[in-house]
Protein backbone atom coordinates (compact mmCIF):
# COMPACT_ATOMS: atom_id res chain seq x y z
CA UNK A 1 0.00 0.00 0.00
CA UNK A 2 1.64 3.16 -1.10
CA UNK A 3 1.78 5.96 1.31
CA UNK A 4 1.21 9.76 1.75
CA UNK A 5 3.13 11.37 -1.36
CA UNK A 6 3.83 14.98 -1.68
CA UNK A 7 5.30 17.07 -5.01
CA UNK A 8 7.28 17.99 -5.41
CA UNK A 9 10.01 17.46 -2.62
CA UNK A 10 11.55 20.59 -3.42
CA UNK A 11 10.39 23.56 -4.75
CA UNK A 12 13.06 27.10 -4.98
CA UNK A 13 10.62 30.04 -6.33
CA UNK A 14 11.60 34.03 -6.22
CA UNK A 15 9.65 35.89 -4.05
CA UNK A 16 6.19 36.88 -5.17
CA UNK A 17 5.44 33.96 -7.71
CA UNK A 18 3.01 31.42 -6.97
CA UNK A 19 3.65 27.31 -5.87
CA UNK A 20 1.32 24.84 -5.90
CA UNK A 21 2.03 21.72 -3.31
CA UNK A 22 0.00 18.32 -3.81
CA UNK A 23 -0.36 15.90 -1.23
CA UNK A 24 -1.94 12.29 -2.33
CA UNK A 25 -3.02 10.76 0.99
CA UNK A 26 -3.53 7.00 1.27
CA UNK A 27 -6.29 5.58 -0.10
CA UNK A 28 -9.18 5.40 1.82
CA UNK A 29 -8.22 8.07 4.37
CA UNK A 30 -10.63 10.57 4.50
CA UNK A 31 -9.05 12.62 7.44
CA UNK A 32 -6.26 14.99 5.65
CA UNK A 33 -3.84 17.44 7.38
CA UNK A 34 -1.31 19.94 6.20
CA UNK A 35 1.55 21.19 8.55
CA UNK A 36 4.49 23.23 8.56
CA UNK A 37 8.28 23.30 9.88
CA UNK A 38 9.84 26.78 9.97
CA UNK A 39 13.50 27.40 10.47
CA UNK A 40 14.30 24.08 12.47
CA UNK A 41 11.32 25.02 14.71
CA UNK A 42 8.08 23.16 15.91
CA UNK A 43 6.09 21.54 13.05
CA UNK A 44 2.63 23.87 13.29
CA UNK A 45 -0.46 22.80 12.11
CA UNK A 46 -2.01 24.54 9.11
CA UNK A 47 -5.38 22.82 8.33
CA UNK A 48 -7.66 19.54 8.27
CA UNK A 49 -9.54 18.53 5.64
CA UNK A 50 -12.53 15.86 6.43
CA UNK A 51 -13.12 14.60 2.59
CA UNK A 52 -13.63 18.15 0.29
CA UNK A 53 -14.75 19.99 3.71
CA UNK A 54 -11.97 21.96 5.67
CA UNK A 55 -12.92 21.12 9.34
CA UNK A 56 -10.37 23.50 10.72
CA UNK A 57 -8.27 25.74 8.97
CA UNK A 58 -7.36 27.47 12.11
CA UNK A 59 -3.50 27.44 11.49
CA UNK A 60 -3.35 29.27 8.01
CA UNK A 61 -1.17 32.26 8.56
CA UNK A 62 -3.02 34.38 6.16
CA UNK A 63 -4.96 34.93 2.87
CA UNK A 64 -2.06 34.36 0.79
CA UNK A 65 -2.49 30.61 1.34
CA UNK A 66 -5.12 28.85 -0.12
CA UNK A 67 -5.83 24.75 0.62
CA UNK A 68 -8.25 22.68 -1.62
CA UNK A 69 -9.52 19.42 -1.74
CA UNK A 70 -11.61 18.77 -4.79
CA UNK A 71 -13.66 15.61 -4.91
CA UNK A 72 -12.01 14.32 -1.19
CA UNK A 73 -8.85 13.06 -2.69
CA UNK A 74 -5.96 14.47 -3.23
CA UNK A 75 -5.00 17.82 -2.17
CA UNK A 76 -3.13 21.25 -2.72
CA UNK A 77 -1.65 24.06 -1.18
CA UNK A 78 -1.49 27.21 -2.85
CA UNK A 79 0.60 29.78 -2.07
CA UNK A 80 0.56 33.32 -3.63
CA UNK A 81 2.17 35.50 -3.51
CA UNK A 82 5.14 33.63 -1.98
CA UNK A 83 6.81 35.98 0.69
CA UNK A 84 10.66 35.12 2.04
CA UNK A 85 8.90 33.58 5.30
CA UNK A 86 7.11 31.31 3.54
CA UNK A 87 10.22 29.07 3.49
CA UNK A 88 10.24 25.97 4.88
CA UNK A 89 9.22 22.06 4.85
CA UNK A 90 5.48 21.79 4.38
CA UNK A 91 4.12 18.60 5.56
CA UNK A 92 0.76 16.60 4.92
CA UNK A 93 -0.98 13.78 6.74
CA UNK A 94 -3.56 11.67 6.34
CA UNK A 95 -5.69 9.21 8.99
CA UNK A 96 -8.86 7.08 8.47
CA UNK A 97 -10.41 7.77 10.97
CA UNK A 98 -11.34 11.23 12.46
CA UNK A 99 -10.71 10.04 16.40
CA UNK A 100 -8.14 12.25 18.10
CA UNK A 101 -6.56 8.85 19.38
CA UNK A 102 -5.72 7.88 15.78
CA UNK A 103 -1.97 8.55 14.88
CA UNK A 104 -1.91 10.49 11.21
CA UNK A 105 0.72 8.86 8.52
CA UNK A 106 3.09 11.22 6.92
CA UNK A 107 4.35 11.91 3.52
CA UNK A 108 8.28 12.94 3.35
CA UNK A 109 7.49 17.06 3.13
CA UNK A 110 8.00 19.60 0.05
CA UNK A 111 11.01 21.95 1.31
CA UNK A 112 9.92 25.56 -0.23
CA UNK A 113 12.43 27.81 -0.48
CA UNK A 114 11.31 31.40 -1.19
CA UNK A 115 14.61 33.82 -2.31
CA UNK B 1 -3.32 26.99 25.43
CA UNK B 2 -1.38 23.26 24.43
CA UNK B 3 2.23 23.55 24.34
CA UNK B 4 5.12 20.73 23.81
CA UNK B 5 9.23 21.23 25.05
CA UNK B 6 11.63 19.41 23.64
CA UNK B 7 14.38 20.89 26.29
CA UNK B 8 17.36 18.91 24.02
CA UNK B 9 18.08 20.29 20.53
CA UNK B 10 20.41 17.28 20.52
CA UNK B 11 21.31 14.40 22.62
CA UNK B 12 24.85 12.51 22.06
CA UNK B 13 24.91 8.77 23.21
CA UNK B 14 27.69 5.80 22.33
CA UNK B 15 25.92 2.98 20.65
CA UNK B 16 25.25 0.17 23.22
CA UNK B 17 24.48 2.63 25.96
CA UNK B 18 20.83 3.63 26.65
CA UNK B 19 18.95 6.68 25.76
CA UNK B 20 16.63 9.27 26.59
CA UNK B 21 14.64 12.09 24.23
CA UNK B 22 12.68 14.25 26.77
CA UNK B 23 9.21 15.85 26.33
CA UNK B 24 6.94 17.97 28.28
CA UNK B 25 3.96 19.31 27.19
CA UNK B 26 0.93 21.19 28.67
CA UNK B 27 -3.03 20.81 27.93
CA UNK B 28 -6.05 21.68 29.55
CA UNK B 29 -7.43 18.45 29.41
CA UNK B 30 -5.95 15.00 29.60
CA UNK B 31 -3.40 14.30 26.77
CA UNK B 32 -2.89 11.64 23.60
CA UNK B 33 1.09 11.77 23.00
CA UNK B 34 2.77 10.36 19.96
CA UNK B 35 6.14 10.17 19.10
CA UNK B 36 7.51 10.40 15.69
CA UNK B 37 11.14 10.06 13.97
CA UNK B 38 12.19 11.58 10.83
CA UNK B 39 15.23 9.70 9.62
CA UNK B 40 17.20 12.00 6.74
CA UNK B 41 15.64 12.48 3.34
CA UNK B 42 12.35 10.81 4.96
CA UNK B 43 8.90 11.67 6.21
CA UNK B 44 7.44 11.80 9.90
CA UNK B 45 7.05 8.35 10.95
CA UNK B 46 4.60 7.50 13.77
CA UNK B 47 6.93 5.39 16.32
CA UNK B 48 4.41 5.00 19.41
CA UNK B 49 1.42 6.48 21.08
CA UNK B 50 -0.53 7.12 24.52
CA UNK B 51 -3.87 6.68 25.21
CA UNK B 52 -4.74 5.38 27.81
CA UNK B 53 -4.01 2.22 30.43
CA UNK B 54 -0.16 1.34 31.04
CA UNK B 55 1.82 4.51 31.63
CA UNK B 56 5.09 2.97 29.82
CA UNK B 57 4.08 2.46 25.97
CA UNK B 58 6.21 0.12 23.75
CA UNK B 59 6.59 1.24 19.85
CA UNK B 60 8.68 0.28 16.98
CA UNK B 61 11.90 -0.47 16.53
CA UNK B 62 12.81 -0.85 20.32
CA UNK B 63 11.91 2.58 21.52
CA UNK B 64 9.60 2.88 24.78
CA UNK B 65 8.24 6.12 26.22
CA UNK B 66 6.96 6.66 29.86
CA UNK B 67 3.79 8.48 30.93
CA UNK B 68 3.91 10.79 33.80
CA UNK B 69 0.79 12.54 34.70
CA UNK B 70 2.25 14.58 37.73
CA UNK B 71 5.55 15.21 35.76
CA UNK B 72 3.35 15.85 32.59
CA UNK B 73 6.24 14.31 30.43
CA UNK B 74 6.53 11.37 28.00
CA UNK B 75 10.24 10.84 27.85
CA UNK B 76 11.24 8.72 24.89
CA UNK B 77 13.80 5.88 26.04
CA UNK B 78 15.46 3.19 24.58
CA UNK B 79 17.68 0.51 26.36
CA UNK B 80 20.61 0.33 23.81
CA UNK B 81 20.90 2.90 20.96
CA UNK B 82 22.02 1.80 17.98
CA UNK B 83 24.14 4.18 15.16
CA UNK B 84 20.73 3.82 12.81
CA UNK B 85 18.53 5.21 15.44
CA UNK B 86 20.43 8.66 14.43
CA UNK B 87 17.61 11.15 13.65
CA UNK B 88 15.10 13.81 14.41
CA UNK B 89 12.41 13.01 16.88
CA UNK B 90 9.14 14.93 17.39
CA UNK B 91 6.93 14.19 20.44
CA UNK B 92 3.24 15.76 20.25
CA UNK B 93 0.07 16.10 22.09
CA UNK B 94 -3.29 16.10 21.49
CA UNK B 95 -5.91 17.26 23.89
CA UNK B 96 -8.85 14.46 24.18
CA UNK B 97 -11.51 17.62 24.81
CA UNK B 98 -10.51 19.43 21.84
CA UNK B 99 -12.95 18.94 19.07
CA UNK B 100 -10.29 19.58 16.13
CA UNK B 101 -7.96 16.79 15.44
CA UNK B 102 -4.40 18.52 15.03
CA UNK B 103 -1.25 17.64 16.75
CA UNK B 104 0.99 20.06 18.71
CA UNK B 105 4.49 19.32 18.37
CA UNK B 106 7.69 20.35 20.05
CA UNK B 107 10.50 21.76 18.16
CA UNK B 108 12.45 18.71 17.87
CA UNK B 109 15.72 16.89 19.37
CA UNK B 110 18.29 15.15 17.05
CA UNK B 111 19.39 12.79 18.12
CA UNK B 112 23.41 11.35 17.28
CA UNK B 113 24.72 7.90 18.07
CA UNK B 114 28.24 7.14 17.49
CA UNK B 115 30.03 4.02 17.39
Known amino acids: EAGVTQFPSHSVIEKGQTVTLRCDPI?????LYWYRRVMGKEIKFLLH????????ESGMPNNRFLAERTGGTYSTLKVQPAELEDSGVYFCASSQFPRSNTEAFFGQGTRLTVV | AQSVAQPEDQVNVAEGNPLTVKCTYS??????LFWYVQYPNRGLQFLLKYITGDNLVKGSYGFEAEFNKSQTSFHLKKPSALVSDSALYFCAVRDKMDSSYKLIFGSGTRLLVRP
Open chain 1, 49 to 56: FVKESKQD
Open chain 1, 27 to 31: SGHDN
Open chain 2, 27 to 32: VSGNPY
